[in-house]
């Protein structure tokens, strides 16, 4: 393999103020985005890797514990009551919605807008958001108190010809979150088909060789394969885009719908959209600022890669902190004394603690990336995103909690405290993501080889580097 | 369904001959060959005589095998079919028998359901003259102790179970032995009874046995004011009280709602008096003097905060004011300081209220308080005028002796025998005299008990009594009015009646207590009654005449009277060093009676809320000044015995008093107590504190906190109603200027704000949607009558009115409802999590218990109660978030739930605005308190299903509960199905009645069409319970039903009626009645002051364009919102 470094053909002159700063650095040849990418499959199994996979799955076993223990006994075991009938369930479900969201808006809204730059981060947000998804799937599931029965959610005929309830947004639900599922799976998995199969070209082993065959499909690169997959491609981006802003609209409706002060809002579709956007980037930092180095990316996921997103999370955390604002205002405005009681008691009343904590993590912690020097600083870029991740938990728990804790009549008004069973089944569900990802990271490739190979220069045919010239083929 | 009928058995083969020549014979050798085949009871069959003794019989033991049992998918039974069907026996449908609870000195007419021959509801008897068919709350629990499992069960000798014939032998050697020495040695300890029987069999054997000694305990002695009086007119004479002519009521420290004797006819004449037709009404005033909170202090309009042991001082001073002339009076008065804080205006003012309604005012004291009052009270009710208007004496029993002089006897060595009846005094006797210690001077304790309690332990031989449902007896209520108490099952365990006991003892030749009570019927009746008046008695419930028997002439005897206010001592003011201490009834358990039982065990205390347990109540100012709050642990020393308990800030409640209630604290040991759903429940006895000297309230207390804290399940933790129009009240001058108050009140009565807002015909602003309810109207007649009635019946719509202004919040309805819809109990762990299941609660709201609120307004606080229940909205929020549809409308307005098709989303409940859905979190009809959280995945597990059983023995797939399970089950309405975990549920209006009712009227209907239910036949669980009558339920199409006519009220308002859910119940503001002289006034109540101030609203004005009778209501208000 030839040292990029030693065979640099000259390059001419161009004006520093038009030279875009390059996607992947260090004029790094394709075949070294190859070599580096699949180096995290097909290399010997780092000892953080295990060390983090054996507390995931740790983590995972504790969460299936508590699933069974809640499905067999019964929805008690929970701290949920009435008046709160909803509470850490709904909370992490939103919460997992929420950062399910990113990974949809890079690959498919970014792709749309021709921000080149999504291709180093969005297989990984990608399938970020599946898992994410899946986790979320589990709570609407067993939060119910007979989940054998969950299915009658679906619009199965039956011998009793009674259909779902087609008014209730918990319906709706069901609906939005499977339907993005599937699209998401689907977007995600075509746009593996090329690197599987590069995996494919490149196993050493035949059972190597038999899986990553079956998932390419018959992959050849050929240009017919090529264009369909473009075409493939471009389509399902369209599909997803409306998905990404409906789902988080629709999942918000399980509260504006209803008529619980604090719920009942016009505000919280592009407010819930704008959040998830926010945690979903938020997560994405999270996972891809440690993983980048560990994995010796840092030549595809650069610095630059992680300000834009940065970006993103501090837009977003302002225009939920924007949002916030606007509840307050609304309810004053409204007239509404029992709108506004809602609101006074989220700052003031017992959950005052979720409600500032929430306030500081979402809309005081994001105004930091107005520093370059911190979106540039790995370390404090990765504290803020775990901050964004607290805080949008802590905005669903507020919503939910604080709304539904004091709503109309005061001699139902209750205080919730969470019980070991809502607390690990939660830490279980990172477990789930947590082990799903590490699979993931380790089993596929977790940076779109094709992609970003299509954002380098050499793939540039005005570029210097690019075009079929000599050294910069691979 | 399998089905086994036993027969005797046979052999499958061989050739078929008779059995014998015996058969053929038809020889008792056979019959009892045949007898031995069947199950115990079956030799009845034989006995033409007792065959209804038989049907009674089987059906408690086959009922036991599980038969009857709805939510059992598959119940194997194993019963025998009728050979002759019974007369008027109908399988499946229920039967009503009248009888009566006996209740100390007095007694409640019931109409109790037999489903398929077990009783699973208590009703009032509404026949009854006294009565108007509710009941209190005891009365409704007392069913579940009939099929307690911990119930006594058995006969036994010095704790050993015996046969119960040998019991009897025992009884019959008692009666040999004392017959010849006339009953020397002979002591007899009862409880209060008013049953004729009783005293007639007493008065026997007072003859044949003169040297008997009779005595007489009441843990809880409600009989003060009758000894009192007994003593001032020189007869036996018990008052009876007529509230509903009282314009002008005076209680001290009596509380009728909850603590006093006839409380469910004191509540019924006390609503009465209240009930407010129209603006153009009357109603009385209440004035309460009272120590702790208590629902009667919350149902007056003047309240007056005192200790216990200061009500003599005020009473001396009123006196004083009505009674001038009176030197007794006069000299207690002067004696007597009134207590700290008492404005001398309120009971001047007081006094001239009640001399201005002279023959219709009452002064009531509670049987807590000293003779001395008692004394007062009687003479003053006499300077009223008010005997034989409102205080009317009836006849008594003769005292007998009491408990202090049967402990001197005993420590004297003079009772051979000790024969106990009922009570538990190992439990309850005055502590100083140590009863489990002294009674064992007896040679031979001898008792009758319902339960093997602390009492138990010391008895040699111990016979369980029946339950009133189980046994024969009379009673005579509060009027006295003769009353049947007639079975509606044979005793489940063989139990034994006190009137059997004591005829076996005085070795009378009937024993049997229906020939007994027919014995008194007859002389009743005068003579020998015939079968048919026996039979009229029985099915009506009481004899008529004997009501008649309420205007005793008896006049009071001043010197007497004089010679107790002359005797009264003066106790000193409470202080935080020399604290009160008042030991009183319990709400719930009583004198510890119900301890057992879980109804009464998890409902919540209607001031504090508390469930399960008991506490120290206290003012916040004596709080503060010990340093203590909700939860802490104190440790309360009176006359050097001390008790912990925890402490519990009752706002309302006097300083420097604190409250016990008895009956907690009990233990579950090897030698007796309490039974399992007792055991452990509250920290204290206060029994333990309770003395000969210091009765009921104690002086001289002192308390210290332990610095550990206890954790109290309360059911609701916020007592502000924040300035919500939820509860609407009014004075009643303002109600009669502005009678349409109530509807101005919420953000509907804003919509006019906006000039041009356009409005509909009702005066409310057009909606942009339209009401899918209304929408169906229209529709429906659009497309034509088939549409319209399958979406809305024409025939029936039903509809709820609860009178604020009656409710005294009793919580009968609260167990009605519990007993009638198989609601099952949770237990302490899950009210403190907030997962209470009662479809109806009491919402329980302290005016100025916000934050700004001044500190007198803490201290002395307003109480409204309001029963919550599924309001069965129009354009329920429920039924459109629900996923599957498992809550939906039905064609007459009522709002159901379908079990089967409910997945548990909870999202129903997070958008009821009035949070009255209740969720089964786990199986609670299955595993017990206990076992809530045990996962069936584990071994160890008691339930319906367990995973290692399933696996390792399938046969055994469901661990078979034991018989108690089984026997709890038979308290269930076959009616309503029992839910299981994952499922919500809610109030249903009492669909079962709803639909017993509509077949019934169909059936009667026939050809005709005329299939309307006629008003009153449908009467939901909860009103039926109502004492009050604050529980109104009918059809809304029938505008001659009283539902409709009550909704017409001006006073009729909807809760957060201006979401537009248009609730189906509605409620009518409260009313009180204060006096504008009196000190404590105040120029509104004070919940709806803090409405006007915090949302700067004025209902008594037509703000914002709207104007009374706008808003929603019933009615179509005329007067429109638009000006």
């Not at chain 1, 600083?377 to 607290?390: A, E, G, Q, T």
């Not at chain 2, 006295?480 to 005085?506: D, H, M, N, S």
């Amino acid at each position: 393999m030839a040292s990029p470094a030693t065979s640099l053909p000259a390059i001419p002159e161009v004006p520093r103020e038009l030279e875009r700063q390059p996607l992947v650095l260090n004029q790094r040849s394709l075949g070294w985005l190859s070599d580096h990418i699949t180096a995290v499959i097909e290399g010997k199994t780092p000892k953080w890797w295990w060390a983090t996979f054996l507390v995931s799955l740790s983590l995972l076993g504790i969460g299936t514990w508590c699933v069974a223990y809640l499905i067999s006994t019964g929805v008690g075991v929970w701290g949920l009551m009435i008046p709160v009938g909803w509470a850490w369930d709904i909370t992490n479900f939103v919460f997992w919605i929420g950062i399910g969201h990113a990974g949809t808006l890079i690959s498919a809204i970014l792709f749309l807008l021709r921000q080149k730059w999504r291709t180093s981060i969005n297989r990984a947000a990608e399938a970020m958001t599946i898992f994410a998804v899946m986790c979320a799937g589990i709570f609407p599931l067993i939060h119910v108190g007979r989940v054998w029965l969950a299915w009658w959610l679906l619009p199965l005929p039956n011998a009793n010809s009674i259909w779902p309830q087609f008014r209730s947004p918990l319906l709706w639900d069901v609906f939005a979150v499977s339907t993005y599922f599937t699209v998401s799976l689907l977007f995600w998995y075509m746009g593996l088909i090329p690197d599987l199969a590069t995996m494919r070209d490149r196993a050493k082993t035949k059972i190597r060789k038999i899986l990553y065959g079956l998932g390419a499909l018959g992959w050849i690169g050929s240009n017919r394969h090529w264009s369909n997959y473009e075409k493939a491609y471009l389509l399902l981006a369209g599909l997803s885009t409306p998905l990404v802003l409906s789902v988080h609209s629709i999942v918000s409706f399980d509260f504006a719908v209803s008529q619980v002060p604090g719920w009942h809002t016009t505000i919280f579709p592009p407010y819930f959209v704008a959040g998830a956007i926010f945690s979903g980037f938020g997560m994405v930092l999270s996972l891809l600022v440690p993983l980048r180095t560990l994995c010796r990316l840092e030549d595809v996921i650069t610095t630059r890669h992680v300000e834009l997103m940065c970006k993103v999370v501090l837009a977003t955390g302002s225009m939920v902190g924007y949002a916030y604002g606007m509840e307050f205002f609304i309810a004053w405005y409204s007239g509404n004394p029992y709108e506004l009681y809602a609101f006074k008691n989220r700052a003031f009343g017992p959950y005052y603690w979720a409600y500032w904590t929430m306030v500081t993590c979402n809309v005081i912690s994001p105004q930091f990336f107005w520093f370059k020097k911190i979106r540039r600083n790995m370390v404090l870029v990765f504290i803020l995103s775990i901050f964004v991740n607290i805080g949008m938990w802590f905005e669903r728990f507020v919503i939910i909690v604080t709304s539904l804790h004091r709503d109309y009549m005061p001699a139902n008004w209750a205080y919730f405290r969470p019980t070991w069973v809502d607390i690990w089944t939660f830490v279980g569900t990172f477990g789930l993501f947590m082990t799903l990802f590490m699979l993931f990271m380790r089993f596929l490739p977790m940076i779109a080889i094709a992609e970003v190979k299509g954002v380098t220069p050499h793939a540039d045919p005005h570029h210097p580097l690019g075009g079929a010239k000599e050294g910069g083929h691979h | 369904m399998k089905k086994t009928a036993p027969s005797p058995s046979e052999r499958a083969t061989g050739p078929a001959y008779w059995r014998s020549l015996d058969q053929l014979a038809d020889t008792p050798e056979f019959r009892e060959w045949v007898e031995r085949e069947f199950p115990e009871g079956a030799s009845e069959f034989s006995d033409p005589v007792s065959r209804r003794h038989f049907v009674k019989i089987m059906s408690a033991s086959f009922l036991l095998a599980g038969f009857g049992l709805t939510g059992c998918r598959r119940p194997e039974e194993t019963i025998l079919p009728f050979a002759e069907q019974p007369e008027h026996y109908v399988h499946g449908v229920a039967q009503q028998f009248a009888t009566a609870m006996p209740d100390r000195a007095t007694a409640l007419p019931l109409v109790v359901r037999s489903s398929d021959g077990r009783p699973t509801k208590i009703e009032g008897n509404r026949l009854h003259p006294d009565s108007n068919g509710g009941t209190d709350v005891f009365a409704q629990a007392s069913l579940l102790d009939l099929y307690d499992p911990d119930r006594a069960q058995r006969f036994t000798r010095g704790g050993n179970t015996v046969r119960r014939e040998e019991a009897l032998d025992q009884l019959r050697s008692i009666a040999t032995k004392f017959a010849a020495n006339k009953g020397k040695g002979l002591a007899f300890l009862s409880a209060h009874s008013s049953s004729p029987s009783r005293a007639r069999l007493e008065k026997a054997l007072r003859e044949t046995l003169p040297e008997a000694r009779w005595h007489q305990h009441e843990a809880v002695d409600l009989e003060t004011a009758g000894h009192v009086a007994s003593r001032l007119a020189g007869r036996p004479v018990r008052p009876h009280y007529k509230l509903e002519k009282a314009k002008r009521l005076l209680t001290l420290d009596f509380d009728f709602v909850g603590a006093e004797a006839d409380s469910a006819t004191l509540i019924r004449g006390f609503a009465a008096g209240r009930r407010l037709q129209d603006s153009h009404g009357d109603m009385s005033r209440l004035y309460a003097v009272e120590s702790l909170m208590t629902s009667t202090g919350v149902s007056a309009d003047h309240r007056l905060r005192v200790p216990s042991s200061a009500v003599q001082a005020v009473a001396a001073a009123l006196g004083a004011q009505l009674a001038p002339d009176n030197a007794a009076l006069s000299e207690l008065a002067s004696r007597s300081p009134l207590p700290g804080g008492v404005d001398r205006k309120w009971i001047v003012e007081c006094a001239r209220d009640l001399a201005a309604h002279k023959g219709e005012s009452i002064i009531l004291a509670g049987h807590r308080q000293p003779p001395a009052v008692h004394a007062i009270v009687a003479l003053l009710n006499d300077v009223l005028n008010n005997r034989g208007a409102t205080v009317l004496y009836t006849d008594s029993v003769p005292p007998a002796g009491d408990l202090a002089e049967l402990a001197s006897i005993l420590k004297a060595g003079q009772v051979d025998t000790l024969v106990v009846l009922g009570g538990n005094p190992v439990l309850t006797a005055p502590a100083d005299l140590q009863w489990a210690e002294t009674q064992g001077k007896a040679k031979t304790v001898l008792r009758l008990g319902y339960y093997e309690d602390e009492t138990f332990a010391g008895c040699q031989w111990h016979l369980p009594a029946a339950h009133y449902l189980e046994s024969w007896g009379d009673a005579r209520t509060g009027d006295g009015t003769y009353v049947p108490v007639q079975p509606l099952l044979a005793p489940l365990f063989g139990g034994l009646t006190e009137l059997e006991v004591l005829a076996r003892i005085g070795g009378l030749d009937v024993t049997r207590p229906h020939d007994i009570v027919r014995e008194t019927f007859n002389g009743m009746a005068g003579g020998s009654a015939s079968d048919n008046a026996w039979k009229k008695f029985l099915h009506d419930g009481f004899l008529a005449e004997t009501g008649g028997r309420l205007a005793l002439n008896v006049s009071l005897d001043g010197s007497e009277a004089a010679s107790i206010l002359r005797a009264a001592t003066v106790a000193p003011g409470p202080s935080v060093e020399n604290l009160e201490v008042v030991i009183h009834r319990d709400l719930k358990v009583d004198d510890g009676r119900y301890s057992n039982n879980g109804w009464m065990q998890e409902l919540p205390d209607p001031l504090t809320k508390i469930t399960w347990d008991n506490a120290v109540t206290l003012s916040r100012k004596t709080a503060s000044e010990i340093g203590v709050k909700n939860g802490d642990v104190v440790e309360v020393t009176l006359d050097g015995r001390t008790i912990e308990g925890p402490v519990w800030v009752q706002p309302g409640q006097a300083d420097y008093s604190l409250g016990l209630a008895v009956g907690y604290g009990r233990q579950r040991t090897a030698t007796g107590g309490t039974g399992r759903v007792g055991h452990g429940v509250g920290l204290f006895n206060a029994y333990a504190l309770r003395t000969t000297r210091s009765g009921s309230i104690g002086t001289g207390a002192k308390i210290r906190s332990t610095g550990r804290s206890y954790k109290i399940a309360s059911t609701q933790d916020h007592g502000s109603m924040e300035g919500r129009p939820i509860v609407r009240e009014a004075n009643l001058d303002d109600y009669k200027a502005h009678p349409g108050f109530a509807r101005n009140m919420d953000l509907e009565s804003h919509y006019g704000a906006i000039p041009g807002f356009p409005l509909d015909a009702e005066g409310r602003p057009k909606k942009i949607y339209e009401n899918p309810y209304h929408a169906y109207e229209t529709r429906g007649s659009q497309v034509g009558v088939t549409l319209d009635t399958i979406i809305k019946s024409d025939v029936h719509q039903w509809g709820m009115s609860i009178d604020l202004s009656a409710c005294v919040g009793c919580t009968a309805c609260v167990v009605a409802c519990q007993s009638e819809n198989n609601i099952p109990i949770v237990g302490k762990d899950q009210v403190s999590r907030d997962r209470e299941m009662h479809w109806i609660r009491i919402d329980r709201y302290f005016s100025g218990a916000s934050e700004k609120a001044a500190p007198e307004q803490i201290d002395d606080p307003q109480v409204i109660n309001q029963p919550m229940l599924c309001q069965h909205c129009e354009d329920a929020p429920c039924e459109s978030v629900c996923p599957v549809n498992a809550t939906v409308h039905d064609a007459e307005g009522l709002n159901v739930m379908a079990y089967n098709r409910c997945v548990g989303t909870r999202y129903c409940s997070n958008n009821c605005p009035y949070k009255v859905r209740r969720f089964n979190f786990f199986d609670y009809n299955k595993h017990s308190v206990e076992d809530r959280y045990k996962t069936p995945l584990a071994t160890g597990h008691k339930g319906s299903w367990n995973l290692v059983n399933w696996f390792r023995r399938p046969e055994e797939h469901h661990t078979v509960p034991d018989d108690q399970w089984e026997l709890l089950k038979l308290v269930r309405n076959p009616s309503v199905s029992v839910r299981m975990r994952g499922v919500m549920e809610k109030c249903t209006f009492c669909v079962q009645r709803i639909e017993q009712a509509k077949i019934t009227q169909k059936n009667k209907a026939g050809q005709s069409g005329d299939v309307q239910v006629p008003d009153g036949a449908v009467v939901t669980a909860c009103q039926q319970a109502c004492p009050a009558d604050a529980i109104v339920f009918g059809n809304l199409l029938d505008p001659e039903s009283r539902v409709s006519q009550l909704k017409k009220n001006e006073r009729d308002y909807g809760v957060l009626a201006f979401l537009d859910n248009r609730p189906r119940v509605t409620y009518l503001a409260r009313i009180r009645n204060p006096n504008p002289a009196m000190p404590d006034v105040r120029d509104n109540p004070l919940n709806l002051q803090e409405y006007m101030d915090s949302q700067h609203a004025n209902p008594f004005e037509a703000h914002h364009g709207a104007v009374e009778g706008g808003g929603h209501g019933g009615q179509a208000a005329g007067k429109g919102g638009a000006h």
